[in-house]
């Protein structure tokens, strides 16, 4: 009979005497196969970039991703990776984070395979609080299946199952994984090599679930869909946050956040005292700052704030799954070699055959 231990000791780092690795060690022996131009070129760039910045080995580095043109990541990093199966990488990741304290475990996911199908698996992950970082590309369209309207598209948007415009109101993203109670969460752009490393530094040092969305061109199927926000004009559009620091924005700093009711607005810095711009607050435990935050991001692209939201600290679920467990052990009460017997057990149901008619 084989036993499972699940008390593992943690030791990701790389091992004392080897070499550093670099941006090229992370490479694979793969052709990267996406369409020219698109968004997840800039991504794999920047993740093969801050990598070696983890100090991690490779061994103990996991990317499960699930279906979709995203979900290629794994064959092009030179680290153990799992392509999964469509919207369940979120359940895949948890039973390797909850049995395995010695890897980085990483998901990789698009609009698509996380907001719709997978859409209960990604908001119990984050619930749980399990020890993951989630990258979602969203790119507002079904790339990989040719261009079908996504859970992220926007109302009206004409697609080849949509000719007549998309009635169905899209997700806020942010808001989605705010509702479902994430303890760090982050917006970037793909072509925003600087602003997308800090985000990820940030989520590979949270213990729990950090969630990074992503927002990726496609070329072939929603060319353009970001423009507003990449192109001239998009400093009045975009609004970078940053722990401790007033939220102002554009080209010399004259708009700005201020309260507004129970939400956010924006307001002219030059009317407004200073007092009343937020001061923006990461650490805070009040999850309706965040929110209110991610209510300035709508689908007309008006405004869309970029940065880490929400970073805040809640035990962990496989650290307190473990810890539950060694309890159990040091007092002999049984429950861990009654989770054992329920993992290797032999006991069995006879299903009858079916009754005739």
Known sequence: MTTIDLNLTAAPEIPAGDPPLKAKDFASDQEVRWCPGCGDYAILATVRGFLPELGIARQN????SGIGCS?????????????????????IATGLAM?????SVWVVTGDGDALSIGGNHLIHALRRNVNLTILLFNNRI???????????????????????????????????????EATFVARALDSDRKGLGAVLRAAAQHRGTAFVEILQDCP???????DL???????????????????TFGDNGENCVVRSGFGLAVARTGDTPTADIVVHDAYTDDPEYAFALSRLSEQGL????????????????DDTGRAQLAAARECGSGAADAVQELITGRETWTIAEPRKL
């Open 99 to 103: 049995t395995r304290p010695d890897l």
């Open 142 to 180: 079904y790339g990989l299946t040719k261009g079908q309207y996504s859970p992220t598209s926007e109302v009206g948007k004409i697609t080849k199952s949509t000719p007549l415009g998309s009635i169905d109101h899209p997700f806020n993203t942010v808001s989605l994984v705010l509702g479902a």
């Open 71 to 91: 979900s290629r990541f794994p064959y092009y990093l030179n680290a153990y990776g799992l392509h999964s199966i469509h919207g369940r990488a979120p359940a």
């Open 61 to 64: 580095l996991m990317f499960v």
């Open 229 to 247: 926000i990449r192109k001239e004009g998009a400093e009045q559009r975009l609004i970078p946050i940053a722990h401790g620091a007033p939220i």
């Open 302 to 317: 008006d405004h869309v704030v970029t940065g880490v939201f929400r970073a805040v600290d809640r035990p962990a679920y």
């Open 220 to 226: 072939i199927f929603n060319d353009g869909s970001f």
